[in-house]
């Protein structure tokens, strides 16, 4: 894959790895990622009818969470939690800018790479609100 973000991924350091490492997180979030790039989905055990749904349905919730960014709730597996940011971020193991939501979870922050992201509902902002969709 050749892809050069259009902004600088130096903007703010969220974590240090033991090795002095950084974790970077830009809150922009780059729609011109390739998202159709066949690297990306090499390892999916899917044809490509499959990976194009999964695709589409990633970029929705992505596109879901950009539009309620304060009423999210995202998850990876069986739980979701409350979104605290959204953007690009250059982490293990790819160390370039990719699509990244940010949950607070039961331990802290967490982050959840794009391809990872399973789940998202915008709920109503209150502590204790009801789903909305």
């Known amino acids: ?25 830009v809150p922009y979030f780059d729609w011109d990622y390739p998202f159709d790039d066949p690297e990306l989905w090499s ?3 899917s044809n490509q009818e499959q990976r194009d749904a999964m695709r589409d ?3 929705a919730m ?3 969470i950009e539009e309620n960014p304060d009423s999210c709730r995202a998850g990876s597996h069986d739980f979701t939690y ?3 940011g959204f953007g690009m ?8 800018p990719r699509p990244t939501v940010i949950v607070m979870g039961h331990l802290g922050a967490e982050y959840i790479d794009w391809q990872s992201l399973k789940t ?7 502590p204790y609100g009801d789903v909305k969709s």
């Open 1 to 25: 894959m050749n892809y050069t973000p259009a902004f600088n991924t130096d903007v703010q350091i969220v974590e240090q790895r033991p090795k002095m490492v950084n974790t970077m997180h």
């Open 43 to 45: 390892s999916y055990c």
């Open 57 to 59: 349905r990633i970029k």
């Open 62 to 64: 992505l596109k879901t």
């Open 82 to 84: 409350p979104v605290i």
């Open 89 to 96: 971020a250059s982490a293990w193991p790819y160390w370039k």
């Open 120 to 126: 998202v509902r915008v709920v109503d902002p209150s």
